[in-house]
């Protein structure tokens, strides 16, 4: 049974799904000490998957520590799409990877796949580390492709990111919860939020084999100029929408047509 007192306090906290939050305290939370010592940092605005230590997403439990990016649902838009692309033995390569989640949710059930995840955030490395090698994965810490080994340029299929795109000035604008409590390098996407967008797209024919894709997540209201950047790095362009999120896939030649649109 939930404890009304601590769901009492969470509601008084502001926690909308404050039942659901204090159950899974209770299911994580080893003692009562730990329950408390939790609805504490809860209540103090910490994110609830900081709290916990892990996280939901694509159906996968996934290791999340303090001061690293939480995985957001949305970003579940993009798995889909990369496993379209992902076949047995595909080289899968995660950048801005913060936990690991996204690579290790593409790859997942497929056969022989090689995945690498780059973050330039020690902390991210650490828990993607976590996340990432028990499922025989790699992962690299350094400034986008930087952080990759050289040897994977020209050969990768699949290259999927979901990059800081927020606006330098919107960032006071965010919730609490990530405002404060996730890194800003996971956040700052520089002046219209696009800034590791097209550092990214730039680079990428350079490491994607003849075939491969590039996939980007980022707001819809960025959609067309995400996608002007990718065409003229020499992808084809695809804008895919749900109503949660927006992703430009670049395909090499051969794999797509220019400014396809698709919701």
């Known amino acids: 049974m939930v404890d009304e007192g601590i769901v009492a306090r969470l509601r008084a906290a502001g926690c909308v ?5 204090a159950r899974l305290i209770h299911e994580t939370a080893r003692d009562a000490g730990e329950v408390e010592a939790m609805v504490v940092r809860r209540v103090a605005g910490e994110p609830l998957e900081h ?13 999340v520590a303090p001061g690293v990016f939480v995985p957001r649902h949305r970003s579940e838009l993009l798995v889909d799409l990369a496993r379209r692309h992902t076949r ?6 995660d950048l801005c990877c913060g936990t690991g989640a996204l690579g290790l949710a593409v790859v997942r059930g497929i056969d022989g796949v090689e995945l690498h995840a780059a973050d330039v955030d020690p902390a991210a490395v650490a828990c993607a580390r ?3 090698e028990p499922a025989g994965g790699r992962v690299h810490e350094g400034d986008l492709f930087d952080a990759l080994p050289a040897e994977l340029k020209g050969r990768v299929d699949v290259l999927l990111a979901s990059p800081p795109y927020v606006p330098t000035a919107a960032i006071a604008l965010m919730p609490p919860e990530a ?3 996730e890194p800003r390098t996971a956040l700052d996407g520089g002046g219209d939020g696009l800034g590791l967008v097209r550092r990214i797209a730039t680079a990428a024919p350079d490491w994607l084999t003849e075939g491969g894709v590039l996939l980007l997540e980022l707001s819809a209201a960025q959609a067309t100029a995400a996608a002007d950047a990718v065409d003229e790095a020499g992808l084809a362009a695809a804008e895919h929408h749900d109503d949660d999120a927006t992703v430009i896939v670049g395909a090499t030649s051969g794999t797509g047509s220019r400014h396809l649109r698709s919701g």
């Open 88 to 93: 047995p033995g595909a080289v899968v390569v």
């Open 51 to 63: 709290v916990l230590g892990w996280a939901e997403f694509a159906g996968l439990r996934v290791a």
């Open 17 to 21: 799904f404050a039942e659901d939050e």
């Open 179 to 181: 405002r404060d409590h």
């Open 130 to 132: 976590r996340n990432v």
